[in-house]
């Protein structure tokens, strides 16, 4: 079996909820050895209730676990220990947490001048940086709440996406900073943000304003690019699809398919945007046509003329989704009561393979007798 990519990379981590274990997450599933420090009793994210429950399972596999007590004198050698043996150091406490108990990147780089401190907080440097931040926070006054709720009713997005992306973001400054390390042998700081990754995730709207002089209304009020572009019911309203129609050739077979012969004949609707400004005309002959067939039959003519189209799924209807299942799309870990749950793997492919599972979920336990040589 060939190595991981990441393979004889040993990363330390000091994490908890998701934006930081989810950076230590994507660097185990790519074959890093994962160690993470937790407080003596285990990490608290490990007890959350309701949408909080899954993010221990989700965001901790691929790792081995010690808990430490940072403030004892023992404990806080074993950790240094760990980290001057390690290439990478993730951390997402609040700012000068760690600094404070002698673990910040100014003491540890004396010892590991090759590490890669990387620290995952709220706000990268400048005003707002010892400001304590959430997922939630940063979609608020980044501009992604407002986008996405109706108007007057901002709504964060339906997952973790900030903490996530701004994983995401950590893991690209880490690798950048290893291939760096190859040529100059020194480590270096990596500092991944909420804010500032809701700010990049917003900048297709800033550019928007910067385009058109008007500010992007929210999504759900926003004049669509196209005019079939939305959400339809079908015959049993508990079976909604998503149809886009995005360029003029699609508009011809899409009223071929569906038998639209008045608006195929109508040749004020054969360009796009023109279409978009008869939206009011357009849909209400749409939507009459799709509420009376099945979503099935609805599915069969858009997938035989190649349209984009997608049935409105709930989360955990993805574990019958017959693409993820053929494709690797799962990795099967036990929980804490020993059931087994399947969760979704690395959205990547190397070399045509998935990465899959190396290590099952850590257990809480104390540094006596673990060896992570």
Request: hydrophobic share 40%; aromatic share 6%; with cysteine.
């Amino acid at each position: 079996m060939e190595p991981l990519p990441l393979e004889g990379i040993k990363v330390v981590e000091f994490t908890h909820m998701v934006m930081g274990p989810s950076i230590g997450l994507m660097l185990g599933d790519l074959g890093a050895d994962v160690i993470k420090v937790e407080p003596e009793g285990g990490d608290h994210t490990r007890r959350l209730l309701g949408s909080g429950a899954g993010y221990f399972p989700m965001f901790n596999r691929n790792k081995r676990s010690v808990c430490l007590d940072l403030k004892s004198e023992r404990g806080n050698a074993e950790a240094r220990r760990l980290i001057d043996e390690a290439d990478v150091m993730i951390e997402n406490f609040r700012p000068g947490a760690l600094a404070k108990l002698g673990l910040g990147p100014e003491d540890i780089t004396k010892s590991n001048p090759r590490l890669i401190y990387c620290s995952a907080k709220g706000f990268l440097t400048g005003p707002y940086e010892n400001r304590t931040a959430l997922d939630e926070v940063a979609q608020m006054m980044g501009g992604l709440a407002y986008m996405t709720g109706p108007p007057g009713r901002p709504l964060r997005a339906g997952a973790s996406v900030i903490d996530v992306t701004g994983g995401m973001f950590g893991v690209i400054g880490i690798l950048a900073a290893l291939e760096r390390r190859h040529r100059t042998d020194k480590g270096g700081e990596v500092k991944c943000s909420l804010f500032e990754t809701t700010a990049f995730l917003v900048g297709q709207h800033i550019a928007q304003k910067a385009v058109t002089g008007t500010t992007a209304p929210p999504m759900p009020a926003r004049i669509s690019a196209w005019a079939v572009y939305d959400v339809f019911e079908t015959v049993n309203p508990d079976e909604q699809l998503f149809v886009g129609v995005v360029s003029d050739p699609q508009w011809v077979a899409f009223c071929e398919v569906m038998g639209l012969d008045e608006l195929a004949a109508d040749q004020t609707l054969a360009v796009n945007n023109e279409r978009v400004r008869q939206r009011e005309h357009i849909l209400p002959v749409i939507r009459e046509l799709f509420g009376a067939m099945t979503r099935d039959e609805l599915v069969g003519r858009l997938k035989s003329i190649g349209l984009p189209y997608a049935p409105i799924m709930r989360p955990d209807d993805l574990l019958e989704d017959q693409h993820l299942l053929a494709s690797g799309g799962f990795v099967e870990i036990t929980l804490d009561d020993g059931s087994r749950a399947k969760l979704p793997a690395l959205p990547l492919e190397i070399d045509g393979k998935r990465m899959g599972l190396q290590h099952d979920l850590p257990r809480a336990e104390s540094s006596n007798g673990i060896d992570f040589n």
